[in-house]
Structure formats: C-alpha cells, structure tokens
C-alpha cells in the first residue's frame, strides 16, 4: 500500500474576514513529486505555511508523517526540509556560514554533498549574505535542502530567482530525491518544470483546490485542435458531440479547423474516415490551454466536461 506522507483534508484559513483557504484536500504520497499549482494569491504559501506550523489552520486538518501539523510541528520539522519563495538571510553571515547555520538548525552536518552542491550551484560562499542577488539568496536555501536528509521536501516557487541552468540542476536534485524514495511538495507557476517533475498535481484557486490528478488525467479533460481538407462536404462535423469552435476556410469551404473533446477523438475520427482526406492537421491539447481555461473562470466547464 502507497504510504501517505502529507493528508490535508478540508483546510482552512481565515485571516479576520479574508479566508485565504476555504476547502484545500489532497494528500501528498512517499516516493513522489505534487505540484502545486495555482495564481497569484490563490493559497499556496498559506497551505506551506500552515503545513510549516508556522500558521494555525482555522478549521480541517493537516498531518505529515502522520502527525498533527501543529501540535507535532517539532517532531515532524526534524524529518523536513523546506525552501521557501523569498528567501531571507542574515545579513552578516557569509552564504556559506548560512548553509551550515540552517544544517545546524537541522540537526545536519556539512557534508562532501554540500560541497558538491556549492559548486554544481556555482555559489561563492565567501561573500556577505547581504551581497547576494535573489536567485544567489534561493541557491543558498537550496543547497542547504538539499544536503539535508528529510523524509519530505517541500519548495516554494524555488526556482523564481534561478536562471535556466541553475533550474535545470534544481529539477535534476529534486528527481534523485525522489529516486531514492523521498516525497516532494512543490508549488511552482513554471509549466515545464511541473510536466517534468511532476507525478501529480493540485489545481488550487481562490482557496480551493479544484483538480487533482495525474497530467494524463488532466490532458483527458483538453481538447485536440483539428484541421482537415475533404473532398466531401464537412457539414456533419459540426453536428457531432464533443466538437466546438468549428471554422469554416472562407476560401475553401470543405477545409475545417474545430476543437475536439479527448474522449470523443475516436468517433470524430470515425466521420473523417469516411471522406476523402486531403490534408489532416492535430494538435494535441497543451497544458497551459488547460491552465488557461482553470485560470479564466472557467472551471465550472472543465469541470463539468470532467463528469
Ligand atoms: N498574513 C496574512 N494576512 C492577511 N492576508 C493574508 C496573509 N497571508 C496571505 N494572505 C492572503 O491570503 C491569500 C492567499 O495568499 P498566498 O500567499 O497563500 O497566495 P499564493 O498562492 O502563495 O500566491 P503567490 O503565487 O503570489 O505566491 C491572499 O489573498 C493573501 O492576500
Ligand atoms: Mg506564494
């Protein structure tokens, strides 16, 4: 049986009148990566956070290993690691007297792997914190993540600040973790790191979460972009179930564009097959086309098409 690391059921969050989280469940697995994606403001770091201990949750619930994320905040923080978005440091302390203050605070030893990591992330360790650019701040953050042995890793938005090949180590460090049996918890606002990494995600917005899957069960619920030139008439087309946004070619009428349901491609398929093709364009759905139609107020309908 899949062991659950992180169980969050019906979370919420009130700050006075404001409630940042209204109704967040999900549950992070061992041995995988959750993205966790959603718009600015949406609750992301409020959900980290209250998994963090750092903020008391209103109502619902929320443990990790087991435990309650308050009340066992101590126990639990010595099997975690955690970065978060903006990362603060002490301004006197060199970048790598920070490294091995956070280890320390982690009951963690500068290891070979720190070092690896200095390096790999190529950061000068001698400077004064207060000198380091954003991204130099987060790759300090990181590295000491990295070279602490945690049960669970959680980022967020860690790579706003890293250019793209400090990224792309960041991506290849978080994989290895979960190669050796490690769960990870990531928010992140970057598509193609999230279809990289991710084994499932969790669509959260305006305090709710409001799809939860794998990025196959997401891409079931897109639509394929079709164009096609017939011989025959192309009339019945727009008849069928599952097809929208049908575009007649203004020059030649028996060439279509339309957009097609996942699940009904077979049997627009079916109709096609029994014209002559002349040319036949698809293009399968992308995940911002599905972030889009989440993040436009569209939900309802996804969500819907998803029944
Ligand atoms: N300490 C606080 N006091 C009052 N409101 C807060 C506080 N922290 C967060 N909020 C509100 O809670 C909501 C969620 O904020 P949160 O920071 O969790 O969003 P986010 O998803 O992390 O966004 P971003 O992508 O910009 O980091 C926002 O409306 C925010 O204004
Ligand atoms: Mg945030």
């Known amino acids: 049986m899949v062991e659950t690391v992180v169980k969050i059921n019906q979370l919420q969050k009130k700050f006075g009148k404001v409630e940042a989280l209204k109704n967040i469940t999900f549950n992070v697995y061992k041995g995988e990566v959750f993205g966790f994606i959603g718009p600015n403001g949406a609750g992301k770091s409020t959900t980290i956070r209250t998994l963090l201990g750092i903020l008391r949750a209103s109502g619902g619930s929320a443990t990790i290993f087991g435990q309650d994320v308050w009340h066992d905040a101590v126990a639990i923080h010595s099997r975690l690691a955690y970065v978060p978005g903006d990362v603060y440091l002490w301004p006197n302390l060199t970048g790598g007297e920070v490294i091995d203050l956070f280890l320390k605070l982690n009951h963690q030893e500068h290891s070979d792997k720190t070092d690896e990591l200095i390096e790999q992330f190529e950061l000068d360790p001698t400077k004064k914190s207060r000198t380091y650019s954003k991204g130099n701040r987060q790759k300090v953050a990181l590295i000491a993540a990295f070279s602490t042995d945690a049960d669970l890793y959680i980022f967020d938005e860690p790579t706003s600040g890293l250019d793209p090949l400090n990224e792309e180590i960041f991506q290849k460090r978080v994989l290895e973790l979960k190669q050796a049996g490690k769960s990870i918890l990531l928010s992140s606002h970057i598509l193609s790191e999230v279809e990289r990494m991710c084994d499932r ?17 997401m891409r079931h619920l897109t639509r394929t972009v079709i164009q096609v030139q017939t011989k025959d008439s192309l009339s019945d087309i727009a008849q069928l179930e599952g097809v929208h946004d049908v575009k007649t070619d203004t020059a030649k009428q028996n060439k279509v564009s339309f957009a097609v349901d996942s699940d009904q491609i077979g049997i627009v398929m079916e109709v096609l097959a029994t014209k002559v093709i002349l040319s036949l364009q698809s293009t399968p759905p992308t995940l911002e086309d599905l972030f889009l139609r989440y993040y436009n107020n569209d939900s309802q309908e996804v969500n819907d098409n998803a029944q």
Not at 202 to 208: A, F, L, P, T, Y
Request: proline residues 0%; aromatic residues 0%; glycine residues 18%.
């Open 201 to 217: 995600i969790g669509i959260i917005r305006q305090g709710e979460i409001i799809e939860t899957g794998s990025l196959e069960e």
